[in-house]
């Protein structure tokens, strides 16, 4: 089994960095993009929960928002129930930016899938979302005494 972890976190890590040579092309980076799309669905997001949908560190996601506000797609509004916090709004700027996105993730999906049957797409997926909910429910690991 050690081998198919290796080979599921290989595959992940080739369409991760076939995407950043795409989305480099048109001037943003998977980090920008995993932002934007996640905004794009959940637009007004407050800015700590974003942090937490994408597991990445506060601090990540202000300095990630920064490079995005700046570039004029996304916007900080303060909450109106907590003046401490900020939602994330996708600018109406970063539309056109988000459809080529999408769409070049839709390409690199079609060339990745190309070739393999329909039917082994789905059993993959059924064997991959049964490997997630495995891994969700696995309690913590036993330490081993030293002594």
């Known amino acids: 089994?050690?081998?198919?972890?290796?080979?599921?976190?290989?595959?992940?890590?080739t369409i991760r960095r076939a995407?950043?040579?795409?989305?480099?092309?048109l001037g943003t980076t998977r980090a920008q993009w995993r932002v934007l799309a996640r905004l794009s669905h959940e637009d007004g997001a407050r800015q700590v929960a974003l942090a937490e949908a994408l597991d990445v560190e506060p601090i990540t996601l202000c300095r990630i928002v920064?490079?995005?506000?700046?570039?004029?797609?996304?916007?900080?509004?303060?909450?109106?129930?907590?003046?401490r916090a900020w939602r994330l709004h996708v600018t109406a700027?970063?539309?056109?930016?988000?459809?080529?996105?999408?769409?070049v993730g839709a390409q690199l999906v079609d060339r990745a899938f190309s070739g393999i049957d329909p039917n082994d797409i789905e059993i993959a997926r059924r064997v991959l979302a049964d490997v997630r909910e495995n891994a969700a429910r696995s309690g913590p690991i036993n330490r081993v005494s030293n002594e």
């Open 1 to 13: 089994m050690e081998n198919f972890a290796y080979e599921i976190v290989e595959t992940a890590r």
């Open 19 to 25: 995407f950043d040579r795409r989305a480099a092309v």
């Open 66 to 83: 920064d490079r995005l506000e700046e570039a004029g797609w996304v916007e900080r509004v303060r909450d109106p129930e907590d003046r």
């Open 93 to 103: 700027q970063a539309q056109p930016l988000i459809e080529k996105l999408q769409a």
